[in-house]
């Protein structure tokens, strides 16, 4: 999630966003032509009837968008929080959590479109960008990834029409960040090969125990605010009753 401050627009220019892009996928390309003559083993592993080296791809860069992903949830709430302006500073917390949202998004692109190269799934395009369209494997739960990835990009996106939706429909968006959060989480857990070992649990609950700590910490800070805001209310003056007016004759003599 975003915070709650005075950034009117992205941090980074377009420019920049598609020099991140295109350095990242001419790093792919630099390793796909000169990993094999540096290892050999390598080159292997990515030709014959059953190629292992694209979904050793998809595994290694589906753990790094999980983590880039809690990096940026974290920093979003930090600086909600109030506690990144202490340290690195509000604007450089808002700054680095645009860029990371945008580096995982970038290594979730790829954790997807590497996966056509990998003959025991043998994904189409189709496939791949189509929710719930994996019919070979696990078709809900990379569904659910799928729908996740759409709803990061969403998001991603809206860091540079905030001037045109306004503050309040921008943080309402930024909500969905849990909800997508929490769908990438149960992807990796109920769809990855490695979900079953002792280091993926340990990773799964590591980031989402500290997520989960730190929504809970901005929910009572936020209730608390509320509750400090509201003023006390006024004790309600208690009203005299008039004084009774004594009868000049009150034996009714004349």
Same mark, same amino acid.
């Given at each position: 999630?975003? !915070?709650q +401050?005075?950034?009117?627009?992205?941090?980074?220019?377009?420019?920049?966003i598609?020099?991140?892009? #295109?350095?990242?996928?001419?790093?792919? #390309?630099?390793?796909?032509?000169?990993?094999?003559?540096?290892?050999? +083993? $390598?080159?292997?592993?990515?030709?014959?009837?059953?190629?292992?080296?694209? %979904?050793?791809?998809?595994?290694?860069?589906?753990?790094?968008?999980?983590g880039?992903?809690?990096?940026?949830?974290?920093?979003?709430?930090?600086?909600?929080?109030?506690?990144?302006?202490?340290? !690195?500073?509000?604007?450089?917390? $808002?700054?680095?959590?645009?860029?990371?949202?945008?580096?995982?998004?970038?290594?979730?692109?790829?954790?997807?479109?590497?996966?056509?190269?990998?003959?025991?799934? +043998?994904?189409?395009?189709?496939?791949?960008?189509? !929710? $719930?369209?994996?019919? +070979?494997?696990? @078709?809900?739960?990379?569904?659910?990834?799928?729908?996740?990835?759409?709803?990061?990009?969403?998001?991603?996106?809206?860091?540079?029409?905030?001037?045109?939706?306004? @503050?309040?429909?921008?943080?309402?968006i930024?909500?969905?960040?849990?909800?997508?959060?929490?769908?990438?989480?149960l992807? =990796?857990?109920?769809? =990855?090969?490695?979900?079953?070992?002792? %280091?993926?649990?340990?990773?799964?609950?590591?980031? =989402? =125990?500290?997520?989960? #700590?730190?929504?809970?910490?901005?929910?009572?800070?936020?209730?608390?605010?509320?509750?400090?805001?509201? !003023?006390?209310?006024?004790?309600?003056?208690?009203?005299?009753?008039?004084?009774?007016?004594?009868?000049?004759?009150?034996?009714?003599?004349?």
């Amino acid at each position: 999630p975003n !915070p709650q +401050n005075d950034y009117d627009h992205s941090s980074l220019s377009l420019m920049s966003i598609l020099s991140l892009f #295109f350095a990242m996928a001419l790093g792919i #390309f630099g390793a796909v032509i000169f990993a094999p003559n540096w290892i050999p +083993n $390598f080159a292997q592993t990515m030709v014959g009837t059953d190629p292992k080296a694209y %979904w050793y791809l998809s595994r290694g860069s589906a753990f790094a968008a999980l983590g880039l992903l809690w990096l940026s949830m974290m920093l979003g709430l930090l600086i909600t929080n109030k506690v990144s302006r202490y340290w !690195p500073g509000a604007a450089a917390a $808002f700054a680095i959590h645009e860029y990371v949202s945008l580096l995982g998004l970038a290594f979730a692109t790829f954790h997807a479109l590497i996966l056509m190269g990998d003959h025991y799934i +043998n994904y189409q395009l189709a496939q791949v960008l189509m !929710p $719930f369209g994996s019919v +070979n494997y696990h @078709p809900f739960w990379v569904g659910v990834g799928q729908i996740g990835f759409y709803v990061w990009a969403v998001v991603t996106f809206t860091f540079y029409i905030r001037q045109m939706i306004g @503050p309040k429909t921008w943080r309402a968006i930024h909500y969905l960040s849990f909800l997508m959060f929490l769908m990438a989480i149960l992807h =990796g857990v109920m769809s =990855g090969t490695d979900a079953s070992t002792s %280091w993926a649990q340990t990773i799964y609950w590591s980031l =989402g =125990g500290s997520f989960l #700590f730190l929504a809970m910490l901005r929910m009572v800070l936020h209730v608390s605010a509320k509750f400090a805001k509201k !003023p006390a209310p006024r004790p309600v003056p208690r009203v005299q009753p008039a004084p009774m007016k004594e009868d000049s004759n009150p034996t009714g003599n004349v």
